[in-house]
């Protein structure tokens, strides 16, 4: 006997998967591709499916779109988890796909997170994708220039599902709330905005969305056959939200990157977001500390070399104390570098200088400044004419420290920023001393 419930249906069945659409005309989002007229929209509604890969975030309809196209193709369909199958599997699938070409027959494998097969898996499926034995429909949530061989990537289009809108999971909720596969049956009681607060929430992920309204739902109080969802509850059910970061993934170097170049645009608050959006996540701050010191000699250097003083300080305090107590010395050291003055002089230098180190990785170190320990590098004229600054009164010589072939090469161009500014002067200085007494 079925099990009947508050939603009248089976009460093992979760609403994300009881609300899953079955047509193209139920599915919320990705207008950019279904929307008609859209190129994907056009593929599915005329058969001209070819091998494809959705790549996107979690819940935004990456399978569901897949099982739309299942129940609209001709062809036979299997659905191949990458998580429970392996090598083995895949040659029986493709076995069964070679036997269905042979009568005539197309068949679509849908692969769900396809970036958790390994090369040889992936290698797998490609002859047949080749010679037209399968359509392959792969999701995955990770950069398929990353994770999905490049062969394999050359034959199937790549289609971006983006994360829902606010106003797109609202939607999708109202219509949970009527719709008879969700509470139509019920009389539920919750304020609109409580739904705008789900969707806030959901992050652009429908599945949590609708599984953030079922535990309200769930939760609420329950009178006269209405329930209502008060908001206390709400706030109980989505007091920790989780946050999109993979630490090995896109994801961790997008906004590492939003971190750093927040930092370069002088942007406190964007990059204060961004270092707390990594550690709420759960980003090592050891890490993030490291990407800091040298943001302090990249971006800044010169122009301010106390920053990589409050740097290496900020990593230190990391170390000792660790999470949740460091974020406060990472929000200083970031704080400090976005507003002291920027200059990127030290890391052209080392730029300019390491193609030529690498270009004349041969070139001998001058004479006059090599070391002489013993009697026969004496005898070759190692340090011989060497000069030591310290017995002039300038505190400076004119001798040569670079290869003949980069003689007068300049690397080092400080900027007018900052403190920087004072070493410009100074190296202007030393430059001019040292050419008019370079014949002397």
Avoid at 10 to 24: E, G, I, M, N, S
Avoid at 86 to 92: N, V
Avoid at 202 to 226: I, K, P, Q, Y
Avoid at 400 to 405: E, T, V
Wanted: include cysteine; charge should be neutral; charged fraction near 25%.
């Amino acid at each position: 006997m079925e099990q009947q419930t508050l939603f009248g249906g089976d009460a093992t069945r979760p609403l994300a998967d009881r609300l899953r659409p079955q047509t193209l005309d139920d599915f919320f989002g990705q207008t950019h591709l279904l929307g008609e007229g859209k190129v994907l929209r056009r593929l599915i509604e005329n058969d001209q499916v070819s091998s494809m890969i959705f790549w996107g975030p979690p819940g935004v309809g990456k399978t569901t779109l897949a099982r739309i196209i299942a129940n609209r193709t001709k062809s036979s369909f299997i659905d191949f988890s990458a998580v429970t199958s392996g090598i083995k599997e895949i040659r029986e699938v493709m076995k069964s796909a070679e036997d269905n070409r042979r009568f005539g027959e197309r068949t679509i494998v849908f692969v769900d997170e396809i970036h958790r097969f390994n090369k040889a898996q992936q290698d797998a499926f490609l002859p047949f994708v080749e010679k037209g034995s399968i359509i392959l429909i792969g999701a995955t949530t990770e950069n398929p220039s990353f994770e999905v061989n490049g062969a394999l990537l050359s034959r199937c289009k790549v289609f971006v599902l983006q994360s829902l809108s606010a106003d797109e999971l609202t939607g999708l909720l109202r219509r949970a709330l009527t719709s008879k596969r969700g509470f139509g049956g019920q009389q539920i009681h919750m304020e609109d905005d409580m739904l705008g607060m789900i969707a806030a929430f959901a992050n652009g992920d429908a599945r949590t969305a609708l599984s953030t309204l079922e535990m309200v739902v769930l939760n609420g109080d329950t009178e006269g056959g209405v329930v209502t969802v008060r908001p206390e509850t709400l706030e109980q059910c989505i007091s920790k939200k989780s946050l999109l970061y993979d630490k090995n993934g896109e994801e961790h170097y997008n906004i590492i990157s939003a971190l750093h170049k927040s930092m370069r645009n002088s942007d406190p608050d964007a990059a204060v977001y961004w270092l707390a959006r990594m550690l709420e996540a759960g980003e090592d701050p050891l890490y993030v500390a490291r990407r800091v010191v040298r943001f302090a000699s990249e971006d800044v250097g010169m122009a301010d070399s106390r920053g990589l003083e409050v740097a290496v300080a900020a990593y230190q305090a990391c170390h000792f104390i660790g999470m949740p107590e460091c974020t406060v010395h990472l929000a200083h050291a970031v704080t400090y570098l976005s507003l002291a003055p920027k200059s990127n002089a030290l890391y052209m230098a080392y730029e300019s200088a390491k193609k030529d180190a690498l270009q004349q990785l041969a070139e001998p170190v001058p004479l006059v400044i090599r070391n002489a320990p013993t009697r026969l590098m004496k005898e070759l004229h190692y340090g011989a004419g060497y000069q030591y600054a310290h017995d002039t009164e300038e505190k400076l010589t004119n001798m040569q420290c670079l290869p003949d072939s980069l003689e007068g090469r300049t690397y080092y161009r400080p900027t007018d920023q900052g403190s920087e500014a004072k070493y410009k002067q100074r190296l202007e200085q030393i430059k001019a001393w040292k050419k008019a007494h370079r014949d002397k």
